[in-house]
């Protein structure tokens, strides 16, 4: 059976909409739920006490005012840290966003959990998809897998009735993490990114069992053969991370199914939606 995607493109915004607010903040991902966005992308990783956050750096150190590796933080010390307000430091008030008028997104600069966004994702009025990118499973040994399927099945997101109809989809560059996945939930759809293309790829085959396709726009940009072929072979194509026109067009001649973006307003006009 194949994956190939019926629908229009998916526009998935990369940490939230994080060209116009902190990367994986409450605001950034309201903001992108409010502009349109389809789908979320995340990275989580696991606290030295064991929640999954929403966290891309193996240190906080750059997107928070805090130092050192979030694996080592407790999620209490990681909750008094500010991970908004880096974002937009160079900015002349004048030019601040709307967001960071919003007493409520700016209550929220605390690292975010999973839960949590899961929860807004739950509220969100609409269907909102999720693409979770387990970031440095190896490290913890099927554990960000483990707790990522305990908490997806809190919310009633870990078995879906099938791959095309789940609401989530695990994303890894670790085919080993997706096979993890896979093993505990074998309908939850599994993402296999890649920056290099592999002899496989070029053959149109990913890790045994993956349905969809995760390169990135690099690879759209010098490989489009790989791509086609991966599509001609019944895969999705997710690419990351699409921010000019110029390569959402590319996209779009390709017949990628998902486009992950920093800009998701800017992306969906665009596509003309
Ligand atoms: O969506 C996939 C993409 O996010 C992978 O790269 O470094 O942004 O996590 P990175
Ligand atoms: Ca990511």
């Not at 059976?1 to 309201?30: D, K, N």
């Not at 389809?38 to 193996?58: K, Y």
């Not at 483990?146 to 695990?170: M, N, Q, T, W």
């Not at 085919?175 to 296999?192: D, E, G, I, N």
Request: proline share 5%; charged share 30%; net charge negative.
């Amino acid at each position: 059976m194949t994956h190939a995607r019926q629908h229009p493109i998916q526009v998935v915004a990369h940490r939230g909409a994080s060209e116009e607010a902190p990367e994986h903040t409450l605001a950034a991902y309201r903001k992108a739920i409010e502009d349109g966005a389809d789908a979320l992308e995340c990275d989580v990783r696991l606290t030295a006490d064991g929640h999954l956050v929403c966290v891309h750096d193996r240190r906080v150190n750059r997107t928070s005012n805090g130092r050192g590796a979030v694996s080592a933080l407790e999620l209490a010390e990681l909750a008094a840290l500010d991970f908004g307000s880096w974002h937009h430091h160079d900015e002349a008030p004048d030019e601040a966003p709307d967001w960071e008028h919003r007493p409520e997104d700016r209550g929220d600069t605390s690292v975010l959990t999973l839960e949590r966004l899961l929860e807004l994702v739950a509220d969100a009025g609409r269907r909102v998809e999720l693409a979770v990118e387990t970031k440095h499973p190896t490290r913890w040994a099927g554990q960000v897998e483990e707790r990522l399927l305990l908490l997806l099945k809190r919310f009633g997101l870990d078995a879906p009735v099938s791959p095309e109809e789940s609401a989530v989809r695990v994303m890894s560059f670790s085919a080993r993490s997706l096979h993890r996945v896979r093993a505990a939930s074998p309908t939850l759809p599994t993402v296999f990114l890649t920056q290099f293309v592999t002899p496989r790829m070029r053959d149109g085959r990913l890790p045994e069992g993956v349905r969809i396709a995760g390169p990135s726009i690099r690879i759209v940009r010098n490989h489009p053969a790989a791509v086609r072929r991966l599509k001609e072979a019944g895969h999705q194509v997710h690419v990351w991370t699409v921010n000019t026109a110029e390569d959402v067009h590319r996209c779009v001649d390709l017949g990628v199914d998902a486009i992950i973006t920093n800009r998701p307003r800017a992306v969906r006009e665009l596509l003309g939606r």
